[in-house]
């Protein structure tokens, strides 16, 4: 049906999609790809050797890869409608994973008796009211919304606005205490409007000026403080009442009709304030308009970028005045996390958590492909929900039981932009300070086992070296992500977590098949899902899936949860990682 309501909401989450999973394909430093993938340098030094396991992998019971398919069929099939949240999609699947923890005898993971933490969510629709102006004594320049500017409000209002607001251009905009740099300094940017560039400063090495610096925001991998949507979150813990995007094609690398394309709906979590902690305006400007902009203060765009690459840089104030008001069309969407927690064996330890995520929701009804209506998402993430609940089946075998409790959280509005886990991440069941780690599972690896396993941000944390104890377990190997460049580390659940400090570890599909398969039939397998099934209607369960490869994956995810909930102690962060001062900050190190 052409008018189907949930057509509205699919339209938004491929749009979504644009700026959340696959732009960030592309959000890469300016920098010639490598042919090697660089790890962070301080990862290898720093490994924290693990004690032999007490139960060996070969001990642990095995994930059932018949069991995963049946739970895929269920919950990709054309009744459930695509997993939308907030329609019967999302009521049908909450249903099947309350009943499937029920059935395996998990307590309801939510405190107060249920099986399910209510996600208030809200879709919100700008439009321009007054154009984006910006004045200085008798001169104005007013920018033209959509060729020159694309924003928008995340309060929870029906109008945002600034006036007279002083403008302060801040580099990259970027506070890394790790790495000693600070665009703010003493600059004060409360109530005013800030321009800042995209991407991490891309700093050369002194030894070889044609490389990146890799003891620098990661080198040629990209860290957190490039992401768009970390420049809006420093904005708003700054106090700026506005933020612009500086849109650099190369820097963001993809083109600016990307970020045009991203004005319809938007949704967001709803925080108690209605997001009022957010700028009133948050936005992009071309290269075009910022150079103007520049000009018109007396500046030059391509002295101060220079500039910025100095850890000395300093914001500048322009001098100028910024008005522009917007008006928002409301809605709130009520979805749910399903959680079940099984509870740990040691008194003394059962306060303290694993948490596990996978998404349950995918696309719901939309654009016909083919004559198909409904994205099944049957590998994303009907798959990496299968694997979680043969995860938690085994948890309920495995002796001796875990000592820490175990909470299995399928989370919500993922592909609106990682918006369940976030909720989960500000509004946690149980204390993040308490929580040893996130293990996560999106679209796993449905094609084939392998002899190998992908760790999105190898390094990061001491469970890589979990990860690694059980991959040689199984006789297999950890590769590294091989587009470090490309920020998939910030793009699935477990990133919430990691950015409120807790370890977090996202693995993917490896791509070397073993068994009887060619070594080369699992990378093709892969590449042809990218190019015909990712986000597309024909993401359903096909009759040459193998589940083995599942199956073994989720084997790890298990052992490495298993093993540090029986651990004497919590893994941490490597030195050097971005999120390692706020988790040393919560456990008060
Ligand atoms: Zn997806």
New binding site residues.
Partial sequence: MPTHPQTRVFLVAVLA?ALG?ACSKSEAPNAPPAAAAAEPAAAAATAVALPAPSVPLSSMPKLDPAVILQHVKVLSSDKLQGRAPGGVGEDLTVGYLETQFKDLGLKPGNPDGSYVQRVPLVGITGAQAKPLTFTKGSQKLTLNWKDDVVAWSKHVADTASITRSDVIFVGYGVEAPEYGWDDFKDVDVKGKTIVVLINDPPIPDPADPSKLDPKMFGGKAMTYYGRWTYKFEEAARKGAAAVFIVHEEIPAAYPFSVVQGNLGEKFDTIAADKNMSRASIEGWMTVDAARRLLTMAGQDFDTLKRQALDKGFKAVPLGVQASMALTNKVRTINSRNVVARLEGSDPALKDEYVVYTA?WD??GVGEPVNGDTIYN?AR??AAGVAVMLEVARQFTKVQPPPKRSILFTMVTA??QGLLGSQYYSVTPLYPLAKTLADINV??PNVFAPSKDVTVIGKGASDLDDYLQQAAQEQGRTLRPDPQPEKGYYYRSDHFNFAKQGVPALYIESGIEAAGDKPADYLKKKLDDYEAHD??APSDVVKPDWDLAGAAQDGQLVFAVGYRVANADRFPEWKPGNEFKAKRDAMLKK
Avoid: K, M
Wanted: glycine residues 14%; charged residues 30%.
């Fill in positions: 999609g999973a998404h995918h696309l998402g994303d993430n993922e592909e999106d679209s990712y986000h």
